[in-house]
């Protein structure tokens, strides 16, 4: 089973970064998938989640508006689009996988300084 996220990177205030998790290993389409993220000194805390049909969404509070969840079954791959990043978006984000299971990927550093 592995869960590879990818896109990370620094970028400027009010700029964009499009974060990819490919999955492999596991009934990708029956799984709930959710992106994390865990700023330095603080908890991981939950960021996006979207159901398997890729119907139903949800976000936390703090990057409603700017960050979008989407997946794609045939590629075995969620997105989580981020628009309008902030300061305090620097974290490493997380991909998650829940089913019958749960599973984590190792991560990728997203950096938003001027």
């Known amino acids: 089973v592995q869960l590879v996220e990818s896109g990370g990177g620094l970028v400027q205030p009010g700029g964009s970064l499009r974060l990819s998790c490919e999955a492999s290993?596991?009934?990708?389409?029956?799984?709930?998938m959710s992106w994390y993220r865990q700023a330095p000194g603080k908890e991981r805390e939950f960021v996006a989640d979207?159901?398997?049909?890729?119907?139903?969404?949800d976000y936390a509070d703090s990057v409603k508006g700017r960050f979008t969840i989407s997946r794609d079954n045939a590629k075995k791959t969620v997105y989580l689009q981020m628009n309008s990043l902030k300061p305090e978006d620097t974290a490493v984000y997380y991909c998650k996988a829940q089913g019958i299971l749960i599973f984590w990927g190792q991560g990728t550093q997203v950096t938003v300084s001027s």
């Open positions: 979207i159901n398997s049909a890729g119907e139903i969404t």
């Open positions: 290993g596991f009934t990708f389409m029956r799984y709930l």
